[in-house]
């Protein structure tokens, strides 16, 4: 590999899309810089931080409106939120921290990290992610401008008919504005999942098998196939609702012999799958962070990758459990409590391999390590309590009180959060090229861990006394008034630490110094270009030898299986910094567009002309306007194509699909080779040859 | 990773030339790694999805059979052979997808309009034997609101109807497409997709029809709520 092959003539490069407009209805976007640049972006990684962006401003509003929970039943017989303020903030809570904080908060980190991680330029549909994101905080705009237009949805996150399907029982619109929301960010979650589903199963980079991939990328696939399977569900469900409510049908009305179980089976159809969308993301992100800071390859990487398998497929058939106490008989129970075990067992396979990873490990323990390790014994505790509801018996005792509330913040907060906000700090230096702060990420572990603890361990004793859920007050006479009370000290302990989380974010990050391509000393591809990466992800497409490739370009093993540097350690490393096109390389990229936007605000027009017709005598005018405006966008979006200069454009797909890397100068191929692999690489060369051909 | 050096250089080399063949492979057809092309994988997929959706409303439709509390019941209302006519039709149209991609295959543009046009027709056709049908139910006393039937009837053939006009919209923009030159045989693929969501329209009336219309549903109306048992 000392051949250094003379560069092709190379075409100059125009730094902006020259827009031709062949076929779309508007000129492109221009701008490359500025606000309008991140509108009409397409951009995975764009993309990916403004989904976390918007999922945390989301956590922020869903955790104030948890602390007016806290606040109201921190004494009995609070009086700070009326009964109906109390069941508008508790729905508004559960339907935002689900949909609109994890749930995107695990899909943007795929969105950045997915490509990044299987070496590719960007998704598959680079137009249906814009698309995407902006349905999804079209979703969220429209559940929370219900507070302006007479109220929030109040029925709870899970919208039991019939007491939300017959509008007496649930007067004024929330119930209509919680249906229409959840649908709009349904669509968008549904087209996210097909986007990253292509993406993980068809943009890998070379040599990178499957059971090459890196484990968040299998997680993340895991849980965007049962998105695009679950969220269909929730829609019928949904959409009987909106019959219901708007159009007379009798789905969920016993009088007519409508079957309000219906409704709950649907739900927890959805709702049960819905668990494992939200955490099998953040068991990936623990993974990944494991290896590193132990400095030793995740235990039983196969295993890991089939017990997700085996959670996503039996995740299908647990969800009776959510509905023990409805009285569907001693059969349907039993085999819905056998399985609820049964699931425990992949769990537990995956809990004792990260022990396993741990164990014998040089642990590092930096801010990322400390989550992934809360979030271990946290998750358990909260697997344990569930196995505990996995006993009907028992169930019955537990069901709607307070020590269901403790089991599912024990897995959702301490589970995926935990996990989610570990891989905050391991992957901001990547995203923003700057380091967070490690003392105060310290700082803001620990009282997050406390804090967590102490709002929600509480919350077990309180159930077992019997408190149940959504009230909105208690009595003294029950003597619950001092665990609800450290369960409040605890949930502002959290604030606090979230406000520490956020001077970090905003005020220290920026004025660190640069970070460095490989902060951690790495495993994976996304630590091989540097931070934050170009706009083209890598110079030229990596070519995967094995699993934790990156790390294996740095370090081998002995005789004894110690871990020893690979001579060109350094070279690997510096490398990484330098993985940038170079002058005169030609690498197409899709290009920014407007019709993605157009077709997401259209459906949101869409929503809000239903919510107007009902009110309005049955006038749909504006839904038909918003349904005009989103076929005016797809229209223009499918006879777009997706990169301007259409040198290739005679085939829609190829542009499409994979940015094609046009003018690749073979020298920096070569260069990028020799750095980039192990000793005796048989490996660069060839490949290299056969991409210069390519181009 | 206990292997030799050399191995792992061995097993180098075998991963390059794999790299190389697939970078070659990528010059004929399309750079991924399942050989599907990405736009086909995600028609796939969103089948996939659709299959839930469907799955929902026909388990819906399956749990109230027979238990509206008031009439009219399926017996009294269904005219079977006009919708196994229109049935028919929609089957049909399922030969006219399948002419229409050998069409563009052999790179008649001609043929192509004709057999999508075609496929669009049997599919407007199908739905105006909807309307028909939907409205004459309505004069006959069944809406929305009448029954279970009527709500779980009216849902999910209506949910199928809109995936009908959705797929002839789709297969008259590709006859467009083509009058204008902008659908060579290059793009043969497009034809496919549509034309993959289309079959997939008409399986799904054939569960339609055999549930909905076939399979008679007992009439006599149980009660909605039973008797609590006291354990």
Known sequence: MTTVLEPPALAPIPDKPKSPDTGGFLARPKSSKGFWSWVFTVDHKKLGIMYGATAFFFFLVGGSEALLIRLQLARPNGHILSANEYNQVFTMHGTTMVFLVIMPLSVGLANYMLPLQIGARDVAFPRMNSFSYWLFLSGGIFLYSSFVFGGAPNGGWFGYAPNTSITGYLPGRGTDFWIFGLLLTGIASTVGAANLVVTAFNMRAPGMSLLRMPIFSWMSLISQMLTLFAMPVITVALFLLMFDRNFGSNFFNPARGGDPVLWQHLFWLFGHPEVYILILPAMGLVSEIMPVFARKPLFGYPVMVFSGIAIGFMGWGVWVHHMFAVGLGPVAVSAFSVSTMFIAVPTGVKIFNWIGTLWGGSLRFDTPMLFAVGFIVMFTIGGLSGVTHALSPSDRQQTDTYYVVAHFHYVLFGGAIFGLFGALYYWWP?????????????????????????????????????????????????????????????????????????????????????????????????????????????????????????????????????????????????????????????????????????????????????????????????????????????????????????????????????????????????????????????????????????? | MTTTPEALADEHAIEAMRAEEQLI??????????????????????????????????????????????????????????????????????????????????????????????????GTTFIGGQVYEFTSFIREGLTLKTNLFGSSFFVLTGFHGVHVTVGIIMLLSLAGLSSKGKLPQSKSEVVEIVG???????????????????????????????PLQIR
Request: glycine residues 10%; contains cysteine; charged residues 15%.
């Open chain 2, 25 to 122: 492979g990528a010059h004929e057809g399309h750079a991924t790694n399942t050989g599907v092309s990405n736009e086909k994988l995600a028609m796939w997929a969103f089948l996939g999805s659709e299959c839930l959706l469907f799955g929902g409303l026909i388990s819906t439709y399956f749990l109230y059979r027979g238990r509206s509390l008031a009439g009219p019941t399926p017996k009294q209302i269904y005219d079977i052979p006009y919708t196994s006519i229109s049935s028919f039709v929609l089957l049909m149209s399922s030969l006219t997808m399948v002419l229409a991609l050998a069409a563009i295959q052999r790179g008649d543009q001609r043929r192509l309009r004709v057999w999508l046009v075609a496929t669009a027709m049997l």
């Open chain 1, 430 to 695: 990547k995203i923003f090229g700057r380091m967070l702060n490690e003392r105060l990420g310290k700082v803001h572990f620990w009282l997050n861990f406390i804090g967590f603890n102490m709002a929600f361990g509480p919350m077990h004793i309180l159930g077992l006394q019997g408190m149940p859920r959504r009230i909105y007050t208690y009595d003294s006479s029950l003597h619950l008034g001092f665990w609800n009370m450290v369960s409040t000290i605890g949930a502002f302990t959290i604030a606090v630490a979230t406000l520490v989380f956020m001077y970090n974010m905003f005020v220290l990050s920026p004025k660190s110094p640069p970070a460095p391509a490989d902060p951690w000393d790495g495993r994976t591809l996304e630590w091989s270009i540097p931070s934050p990466p170009p706009e083209y992800n890598f110079a030229s497409t990596p070519v995967v030898h094995s699993l934790d490739d990156y790390w294996h370009r740095k370090y081998t093993e002995d005789e004894e299986g110690r871990l020893v540097r690979l001579p060109n350690y350094e070279a690997v490393r510096a490398a990484s910094e330098t993985n940038l096109a170079r002058e005169g390389q030609h690498i197409h990229l899709p290009s920014p567009s407007y019709f993605p936007i157009v077709a997401a605000f259209g459906l949101l027009v869409a929503a809000y002309g239903m919510i107007l017709g009902h009110s309005n005598g049955a006038n749909y005018l504006v839904s038909v306007v918003g349904g005009l405006i989103t076929i005016f966008g797809l229209y223009g979006w499918a006879l777009e194509p997706s990169a301007a200069p259409e040198e290739e454009g005679d085939d829609g797909h190829g542009a499409d699909g994979e940015p094609l890397l046009v003018g690749a100068s073979a020298e920096a191929l070569g260069a990028g080779s020799t750095a980039g692999l192990p000793a005796g690489d048989g490996g660069g060369g060839p490949a290299a040859g056969a991409e210069g051909d390519a181009s």
């Open chain 2, 196 to 226: 993959l969501y289309w079959h997939f329209v008409d399986i799904v009336w054939i569960v339609l029809f055999t549930i909905v219309y076939l399979i008679p549903s007992p009439h006599v109306p149980r009660p909605s709520v039973p």
